[in-house]
């Protein structure tokens, strides 16, 4: 029977009862074969997972109609017989490419690999990836997508930062200065100024950004409560023969750069209990530090330390504390929700893809301004051919997907979709060699080009760009 909301109930009560009703998980048909560790979005529309064995991978395909509730799962290639990794530094590039490099954890065992490896998915095929020139070691090292494309990772163990290449997969590396403390457990925030936002574990409640053009570290100011955990554990060994000490300086909970420009940190376990939360706000000026304030605790004295996060369409964070719970910040409040568990993604639906077998669909929408909008597309196009397609904020707005270190499946960058006008089904054309990787471009023109998919129905279609769950206004498209 449906529940219904009274109006005898006092109005605070009815709202909350009312949004907790609306906010629903709802059950994948097709369960991932072997469940689903991680997912990444490819800009096919198609997800990409990794399987609880870590060396097989799978394929979750929406329905005809779009739906990934009701899409289906195809096993895809395993990656290297000798790298079977979890718990690495991971990206989906411009080109439309999956790189993942290192791994805390190989073969189940501590062992912080340099090992990686970069999956097309146009040949089905992992190739081996070597690490940065005299990194020995990477593990579960912090990593982003740069605005134009080059992928930067933190080497956990020491200061070090090294930058790839994507299109002649060449490493450069180095000693980025300012920064206070090694980057072990950190999570990385892409701004819309191009900096990267962290707060620290080992000198928390520091905050630091990173400076890709001045290829340096600056501080962001203090954090004022403290987000990291104290670490339970001692020296970890690795490498020969267990000749290495590894000394965790605990966790930290994942951010997420929301709508408005601020950054929504989340904190790990503390002494006294619960996990705390900060918001970070830009300066008005690139060399601004910016400022911090106090977000709510947790309630019931839950954390987000190793956790997931996800920015929903209408604009607050959904974060999975560690008990499973899940929580919406709006910008003032953290409301506890629906139990769930598993990694958190934003799915082109704008439902959250939660692992690989629920997703989670969020109350309210989002603003017109959020949107992207085409400025140039074709009007016809023809199966198996490759188009360029422009406009603004093609990107969105936001990474829109953190961890609280590893475990990066950012998704800020543009898939085409485009529905038979006659039939209502849906396709979406493969986008690569987007013209930026950045967050919130505003009105800053940018590209991506689409492949055309060879066996799409024909006829009158519309066609739109959807950046994180979020659609574009649609435009008439022949298909020849």
């Not at 739906?67 to 080109?95: I, K």
């Not at 950004?209 to 987000?227: H, N, Y």
């Amino acid at each position: 029977m449906r529940k219904l909301c009274l109006l005898a109930i006092p109005l605070l009560v009815l709202a909350l009862t009312c949004a907790l009703q609306a906010q629903t998980v709802q059950t994948l048909t097709h369960q991932p074969p072997d469940g689903a560790i991680l997912t990444f979005q490819l800009t096919d529309g198609t997800v990409m997972a990794q399987g609880f064995n870590d060396s097989d991978w799978w394929r979750l395909t929406p329905d005809n109609k779009g739906s990934y509730v009701n899409g289906t799962w195809t096993q895809l290639a395993s990656l290297p017989s000798n790298y079977v990794p979890d718990a690495f530094a991971s990206a989906v590039l411009a080109d439309g490419r999956l790189l993942i490099e290192g791994g805390e954890y190989l073969f189940g065992n501590f062992t912080l690999t340099n090992l990686g490896a970069v999956y097309n998915p146009k040949t089905n095929v992992w190739t081996p990836l070597q690490p940065p020139p005299g990194w020995s070691y990477i593990g579960d090292s912090p990593s982003s997508v740069l605005p134009d494309g080059t992928f930067l990772i933190g080497n956990k163990l020491v200061k070090n930062v090294a930058a790839l290449n994507p299109k002649t997969m060449q490493w450069v590396q180095g000693n980025a200065p300012g920064k206070s403390d090694f980057n072990a457990e950190e999570g990385w925030t892409l701004m819309p100024d191009g900096t990267i936002l962290t707060y620290d574990v080992k000198n928390a409640p520091n905050s630091e950004r990173f400076f890709p053009t001045l290829k340096k570290w600056e501080t962001a100011g203090s954090t004022i409560v403290d987000l990291h955990s104290p670490s339970p554990f001692g020296c970890l060994n690795y490498g020969p023969n267990g000749k290495y000490c590894y000394y965790p300086p605990g966790e930290v909970g994942p951010s997420i750069l929301r709508p408005d420009g601020t950054v929504f940190a989340t904190g790990s376990y503390t002494t006294a209990g619960p996990g705390h939360t900060a918001i970070y706000t830009p300066g008005a000026q690139l060399t601004d530090p910016g400022t911090w304030t106090v977000g709510p605790d947790f309630p019931n004295g839950d954390n987000a330390g190793d956790s997931f996060a996800s920015l929903l369409t209408n604009g607050e964070v959904l974060v999975e504390g560690d008990s499973g719970t899940l929580y919406t910040f709006d910008g003032t409040n953290l409301t506890p929700g629906p139990f769930a568990g598993g990694s958190l993604m934003v799915l082109p639906t704008g439902q959250i893809l939660i692992g690989g077998s629920e997703v989670y669909n969020s109350t309210g929408t989002y603003k017109p301004s959020w949107a992207p909008t085409i400025t140039n597309s074709p009007a016809s196009v023809t199966r198996g051919s490759t188009y360029q397609i422009s406009g603004t904020q093609f990107n969105g707005l936001s990474q829109a997907n953190s961890f609280g270190d590893e475990y990066q499946t950012a998704t800020n960058y543009p898939l085409v979709r485009i529905t038979n006008n006659k039939t209502g089904h849906v396709f979406y054309a493969p986008t690569h060699d987007h013209s930026s990787m950045g967050v919130a471009t505003g009105s800053k023109p940018v590209f991506t080009n689409f492949d055309v998919p060879a066996g799409m129905e024909t006829g009158a279609s519309s066609l739109v760009v959807v950046a994180n769950g979020i659609p574009s206004m649609a435009v008439n498209i022949t298909v020849n």
